[in-house]
């Protein structure tokens, strides 16, 4: 079984920042994909950006030059750096680990941004 975790989140003015970290215990393979993914209310879950074991990356248009997604040196955290957070990037944002098709979630951190 897979557990994940966050923290981070919380309230920020808009330009501000926030680094969420979310942390991987369980059985957790050496090759997989974490992400974070957000939803805001009325609206479906979205991938914000996602980062392979192997270090390629990939975000959102939305986030692009604002987000940085990292992992730490135990391959078993993900972080998100969130830089000029506007009122748009609110939301929950959930961490997600991929692993040989199995999808694992965290409980969700909500990010408020006021304007």
């Known amino acids: 079984q897979v557990q994940l975790v966050e923290s981070g989140g919380g309230l920020v003015q808009a330009g501000g920042s926030l680094r969420l970290s979310c942390a991987a215990s369980g059985s957790i393979f050496s090759v997989n994909t974490m992400n974070w993914y957000r939803q805001a209310p009325g609206k479906q879950r979205e991938l914000v950006a996602g980062m392979h074991s192997l270090g390629a990356t990939n975000y959102a248009d939305s986030v692009k030059g604002r987000f940085t997604i990292s992992r730490g040196n135990a391959k078993n955290t993900v972080y998100l750096q969130m830089n000029s957070l506007k009122p748009e990037d609110i939301a929950v944002y959930y961490c997600?680990?991929?692993?040989?098709?199995?999808?694992?979630w965290g409980q969700g951190t909500q990010v408020t941004v006021s304007s």
């Open positions: 997600n680990l991929v692993q040989y098709g199995h999808h694992y």
